[in-house]
């Protein structure tokens, strides 16, 4: 068996013929278990993808093959999507006076009553909602709710679970909770996930491949870490981690002399030093902002700012002057 469940081949859906709205020429494969992460600015075409990846959008070009099989078009089947994808949207779809237990195994058929159960049971403690069994949805907060929605689409052995900004409903607290447990759900079952989100923090913390798409095109795809640090363009470098980004003749007047037109790094390369020495250069500390455990600073020299990490808090304050060095950088 093929070990890829899904391929994208050539895949375009345009929306509006004069502006770009939708998705250009996009191709790729997902590995079956895969975790996938499509990441992207609002307005660059990652819901269309994944709509059209399910069945659910008639494309213009291309196609979507699943386990070897081409997924057929909402024209082409009297009920859109495919029968063993899941798509769990931003409202969750729940039934919201039912309860949760009622919820979940109304995805299931009656065929078998006991089986029924098990299942059900089994899904809600997996994502740690049993207590939750007898709660309306009305009752539940936003957190709640998404695992439900999870649980409904889990219950019926989906092999890929589609997840639309899972996240935008969930306060920063739960954020990390869920996604740990889409981590684990997906190790445990086996099955394979495509997340789509706004938020790159939630690409590097769980998946196992980056798809970054900007204005309807694939830009770049790969493993989190590798995308992070070698990024292929200047947005894939902002988006992932905010990074500076440089005109040539700012860059210059850093002493960093680059025949391309944009320099790119990130704070974290930004080496500050204990003493003077000639590796760095004199910068004056603008400012400062606390981000818990480390702080950023906004540096100038020869009116040029860039950002650099200060994990001893305290250590550099405000109108400080500092040694500085920029230990690798990116031409773009």
Do not use: C
């Amino acid at each position: 068996m093929d070990e890829n469940i899904i391929s994208v081949k050539h895949l375009t859906k345009q929306y509006q013929t004069e502006q770009v709205s939708g998705i250009i020429d996009i191709n790729f494969d997902i590995k079956r278990g895969e975790v996938i992460a499509i990441i992207g600015e609002s307005g660059s075409g990652k819901s269309t993808l994944l709509k059209s990846i399910f069945g659910f959008l008639k494309v213009d070009e291309g196609e979507v093959m699943f386990n070897g099989k081409r997924v057929l078009g909402p024209h082409e089947q009297l009920i859109p999507g495919h029968k063993e994808m899941k798509m769990v949207t931003q409202d969750f779809s729940l039934n919201i006076y039912a309860k949760v237990y009622d919820n979940i195994a109304s995805a299931l058929s009656n065929t078998d009553v006991k089986s029924k159960q098990e299942k059900t049971v089994a899904m809600m403690e997996h994502l740690h909602i049993g207590h939750l069994r007898e709660k309306r949805i009305t009752e539940l907060s936003g957190g709640e709710q998404q695992r439900v929605a999870i649980a409904r689409a889990m219950v019926t052995d989906t092999k890929l679970l589609l997840l639309d900004e899972p996240f935008s409903q969930v306060d920063a607290l739960l954020k990390n909770q869920l996604r740990a447990d889409i981590k684990r759900i997906a190790a445990e079952t086996g099955v394979t996930v495509i997340m789509v989100s706004h938020d790159p923090a939630d690409g590097l913390f769980l998946a196992d491949q980056l798809l970054l798409i900007k204005d309807g095109k694939l830009i770049q795809k790969g493993e989190p870490s590798f995308v992070y640090n070698n990024p292929e363009h200047v947005y894939t470098a902002q988006i992932l981690g905010n990074a500076v980004v440089l005109h040539a003749e700012e860059a210059a007047k850093l002493g960093i002399m680059s025949k391309t037109e944009t320099v790119v790094f990130y704070p974290e390369w930004v080496e500050l030093k204990t003493g003077w020495s000639s590796a760095g250069k004199r910068f004056e500390v603008k400012d400062v902002y606390y981000k818990g455990f480390y702080e950023e600073l906004l540096l100038e020299r020869n009116g040029v700012m860039i950002r650099a990490i200060q994990l001893n808090r305290g250590e550099h304050k405000k109108n400080d002057h500092v040694q500085a060095n920029i230990g690798r950088f990116l031409n773009f």
